[in-house]
């Protein structure tokens, strides 16, 4: 075999000895120091244990642009990602070259010590071009080039002093040398590695399987939990899906170990560097599929790459990587045999059954079935604990509308109707309980009322995504703010907009409080409607009108929309 592993030495990692590793933290506590990024976290930790062989530190300006441009460090070596530590302008300013600095993790823990040997601004649209195909915002590594990374890029050599700490299902984490020592302790000499960011079902099994016997090779579950693609399952939720899967593998033939990487979903490239990686990690084979760490459709609604650039890009360099590529088969269910197939060998006539991710969320999200010859029962469990069916979710209902429109006054009905429905606990932030417990310090200029919605929109985001339901009630008189509260909630669920849309001359004729008396007057500043604006919402899910209607009526509008959005269940 061309690949076969006979002696598995170690790789060189970037720490120091344990007996220097306590002396240079202290003098490292005097460095300048750089508060690292969640992504910066995870290059440092495949930088330090070798996971990223032969780099000894962040690229400095020649390998970038050697890497950009041809794919290679300056001194000829394959390595097709740039991986770069990014700071703000401030930050660089007040660096020489040749100074050493400090490396933290988030707690401000040192992890490594560089030495800043270059610093440049970067030619991002370049970048993203040559590397990830386009300079296209909707790729995510593009967009996280240009809206998160920072202006600067610093390279130089790194000292590592301990490893970033994880709390998280330790005993699944191996370095490089620890996986080598694993696999040369049981005898492996081959190893297929699967690279994965998605829950496995059945279909994968089926071409795991396949693919170490083709191989005649041991396997290794390889899942990425580091970063991978905004909107993917998170991880915690993934590796308990793995677990369950594991028992279904003949234990002593795999193994999976989690590796803290930060994908960059950039398709051929991202194989080959893949490749290396494993590499690194003691494997001599690798699985690509179709479509290998694609980041799905660019702004135009087309693929960023074609469906097999990845395998080929990967298959020229082969040689080089040091590790075969096992190509990924398609696996198909064909109801007649009960068994899966390559889509490839599917016998003439026969029934293919498919479940695309699409189709998977959809069910999930519906609480629909989801049958065995799918997934496996236990992997079905753990995704349906994450994505409950809607009407187990938490949501929020944001009232808006103008002072004394009746917002506090549906909001609690709404509320008493869906405490006597009963399963998800509710909270009601009124516009005036939460300007005595939440913000009782702030005013009504547009920056405080901002940070006054602000607030809400945490505060019901946390209440959504522990499954209650909040029900907001304030103004909100500005479109972009309420935009953002929006925003915050739907990362964990529904968030449903209710205009209270009675018009100012009502409000001002009801005058429940006298304010709008004391606003003619000049008495109150900045009323809203009077003296202060109210942007009225254009795409709000839901426009209730008050005049002549009873509160009852109103608040029973805002239940039929909750059960048609799936929110709640019938009957
Ligand atoms: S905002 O704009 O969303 O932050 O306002 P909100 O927190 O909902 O507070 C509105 C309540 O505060 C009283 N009040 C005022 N409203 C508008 N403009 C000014 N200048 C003002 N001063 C005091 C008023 O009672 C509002 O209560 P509601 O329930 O809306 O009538």
């Known amino acids: 075999a061309k690949f076969m592993q006979n002696n598995l030495t170690p790789i060189p ?21 750089w508060d690292l990024t969640p992504r910066q976290i995870c290059d440092l930790e495949l930088l330090m244990n070798g996971g990223f062989y032969p780099l000894k530190g962040f ?3 020649n390998d970038y642009n050697s890497v950009v441009e041809n794919m290679r460090l300056e001194d000829g070596s394959l390595w097709p990602m740039p991986i770069t530590l990014d700071v703000g302008t401030d930050f660089a300013d007040k660096l020489e070259i040749g100074q050493d600095i400090a490396l933290r993790d988030q707690e401000g823990v040192i992890l ?29 590594a593009v967009n996280y080039l240009h809206n998160t990374a920072g202006r600067i890029y610093l390279g130089g050599p790194i000292t590592g002093i301990q490893q970033p700490v994880h709390y998280d299902f330790k005993a699944r984490r191996d370095t490089p040398n620890e996986l080598r020592a694993y696999f040369r302790k049981l005898g492996w000499r081959k190893v297929v590695a699967f690279q994965t960011r998605n829950p496995l079902h059945r ?29 993917d399952v998170d991880h915690f939720t993934r590796v308990r899906c793995y677990e369950a899967v594991l028992d279904k593998y003949p234990a ?77 088969k398609h696996m198909v269910y064909v109801q007649e045999k009960a068994q899966y197939f390559p889509v490839s060998e599917v016998p003439e006539g026969d029934t293919v059954l498919d479940i695309s991710g699409t189709e998977l969320r959809r069910r999930l999200r519906e609480g629909l079935e989801i049958p065995e010859w799918f997934s496996f029962p236990e992997v079905v469990q753990e995704l349906r604990r994450t994505s409950p069916p809607r009407s187990k979710q938490g949501f929020t209902v944001f009232f808006t509308g103008l002072s004394g429109s009746g917002k506090s006054t549906i909001a609690n009905a709404l509320m008493v109707k869906l405490m006597e429905m009963g399963g998800r606990p509710v909270t009601l932030l009124d516009g005036d309980v939460v300007r005595k417990h939440l913000s009782s310090e702030l005013g009504f200029s547009k920056e405080h009322r901002d940070i006054n919605i602000k607030r809400i929109g945490y505060v019901a985001s946390e209440i959504t995504k522990n499954g209650g339901i909040a029900i907001c009630a304030p103004i909100a008189p500005y479109t972009a703010t309420r935009r953002a509260v929006r925003e915050m ?42 003296s202060d604006p109210y942007e009225s919402p254009t795409a709000a899910e839901l426009v209730v009108e008050t005049e002549n209607v009873e509160v009852d009526h109103c608040a029973h509008q805002v239940l039929l929309k909750l059960e048609s959005m799936g929110l709640i269940s019938g009957g």
């Open 252 to 328: 002593a033939t795999t193994t999976m170990s989690l590796l803290n990487l930060a994908m960059r979903m950039a398709g051929p490239r991202e194989a080959v560097w893949h490749g290396l990686i494993r590499k690194n990690h003691g494997c001599t084979h690798f699985i690509v599929g179709r479509d290998h760490a694609g980041p799905g459709k660019n702004s135009q609604g087309q693929d960023f790459y074609g469906p097999y650039d990845a395998q080929e890009l990967f298959k020229k360099h082969e040689e080089e990587i040091g590790l075969e590529m096992v190509d990924f």
């Open 13 to 33: 990692e970037l720490y120091v000895s344990a007996d220097s590793a306590q002396k240079l933290k202290t003098e490292a506590a005097d460095l300048v120091s």
């Open 203 to 231: 279909a994968h099994q089926e071409l795991t399987f396949r693919a170490a016997r083709e191989a005649q090779a041991n396997l290794l579950i390889h899942p990425v939990v580091g970063m991978t693609k905004p909107g």
């Open 59 to 61: 690229l400095g300006e």
């Open 489 to 530: 909630v739907e990362t964990y669920g529904a968030f449903v907009e209710v205009h209270v849309a009675t018009s100012l001359e009502e409000c001002e004729a009801r005058d429940r409080k006298g304010l709008y008396k004391l606003a003619r007057e000049g008495k109150i500043k900045e009323f809203t409607g009077i």
């Open 112 to 140: 490594a010590t560089m030495t800043v040997t270059d610093r440049w601004e970067a030619d991002k649209s370049n970048e993203a071009e040559k590397v990830f195909g386009a300079d296209d915002l909707a790729h995510p």
